[in-house]
C-alpha cells in the first residue's frame, strides 16, 4: 500500500560556510544568507564526511534541523560530478519494504520513490545523497513492466528510465508486482553499478545521472592527505589556523 505524506518545512538547506577551530574540537555553520549561524562540537556533526578531511574555512551544502540543534547533512557546494551506487530506498518505516509515495499534485496525485546513494570517492565518500524519481510502470499484456510513459518526452520519466539502466535494474526482464520497489532495490544492490550524479548548487540537489567509466577517473573532491604531500599540508594548515583563532570566539 502506497502512503501519503504531507510536506512540512522541518527543515532548512542552503549554501553554508563551515568554520573549523584549531583542533578540530568545534565548527561555526553560517548561511551564506545570514538566515542562521551557530557554533556545534564536531562530535555532533554527520559521521560522514570526516571533519578531518574538510579544508579549515570552506562552503558546503548543509541541511539543518527545524529546531536548529542539529546538522543533518553536509554536501558538496559544487556542480562537479560525484561516482555514487545505490545503497538503499526509502522506506515508510526502518524494518518496512520501500514503497512509493503518493503526493497531492495540481493535476491529481501522483507517485514518486526516492532511491539512497552513497559517494564513493574522495572527502565526501560515504555521504549519503536522496534521488527522488517518478514511479510510473504499468503491467504489459504477457504480466511484464513497462514503463507507463515515453522517456524521451518526459524528463521525469527520462530521468526515471536513465537511472534504471545506469544501476542495472533494466538488465532484467521483470514480472508485474503491485510493489516494484523491493525487487529493484535488490537487482541495484547485487549488481553494485557506480554512476555519477551531478549535484544543484544552491541546494546539493541531485540533478543529472551520467555514466562512470573506470578508465576516466574524474574525481573532483580529492581525500585531502591523497591531495597534498603531507609537509606542504601541514605547513598550509598553521597558516591557516593562526588567522582563524585571531578573530574567532571558541568558547
Do not use: H
Not at 560522514?48 to 542539529?70: A, R
Not at 541495484?188 to 541546494?203: D, H, P, R, W
Request: proline share 5%.
Amino acid at each position: 500500500m502506497s502512503w501519503t505524506i504531507k510536506e512540512s518545512k522541518d527543515s532548512q538547506a542552503g549554501l553554508a560556510t563551515i568554520k573549523f577551530n584549531d583542533a578540530r574540537t568545534k565548527c561555526k555553520v553560517e548561511f551564506e544568507d545570514g538566515s542562521f549561524s551557530k557554533k556545534f562540537d564536531v562530535d555532533d556533526l554527520p559521521q560522514y564526511p570526516n571533519p578531518k578531511k574538510l579544508k579549515q574555512v570552506d562552503t558546503y551544502n548543509v541541511v539543518i534541523s527545524g529546531d536548529e540543534e542539529t546538522v543533518w547533512t553536509i554536501r558538496p557546494a559544487s556542480t562537479a560530478p560525484v561516482v555514487v551506487k545505490v545503497v538503499d530506498f526509502n522506506r515508510p518505516e526502518k524494518d518496512a519494504d520501500p514503497e512509493p509515495k503518493t503526493y497531492k499534485g495540481k493535476y491529481g496525485d501522483y507517485q514518486m520513490f526516492i532511491v539512497v546513494l552513497e559517494i564513493q570517492k574522495g572527502k565526501f565518500k560515504g555521504v549519503n545523497l536522496n534521488a527522488s524519481f517518478v514511479y510510473k510502470f504499468f503491467e504489459t499484456d504477457d504480466g511484464m513492466v513497462g514503463i507507463d510513459g515515453n522517456p524521451e518526452k518526459s524528463d521525469w520519466i527520462g530521468k526515471m528510465a536513465n537511472f534504471l539502466d545506469l544501476s542495472g535494474i533494466a538488465d532484467s526482464n521483470l514480472e508485474w508486482e503491485d510493489n516494484l520497489l523491493p525487487t529493484f532495490l535488490k537487482i541495484a544492490k547485487n549488481k553494485g553499478n557506480l554512476f555519477q550524479v551531478t549535484l544543484t548548487k544552491e541546494k546539493g540537489y541531485v540533478d543529472l545521472l551520467i555514466a562512470y567509466d573506470d578508465d576516466d577517473d574524474t574525481d573532483d573532491f580529492p581525500d585531502v592527505d591523497k591531495a597534498f604531500p603531507k609537509d606542504e599540508k601541514e605547513e598550509a594548515t598553521k597558516e591557516v589556523d593562526t588567522d582563524l583563532d585571531d578573530d574567532e570566539d571558541w568558547d
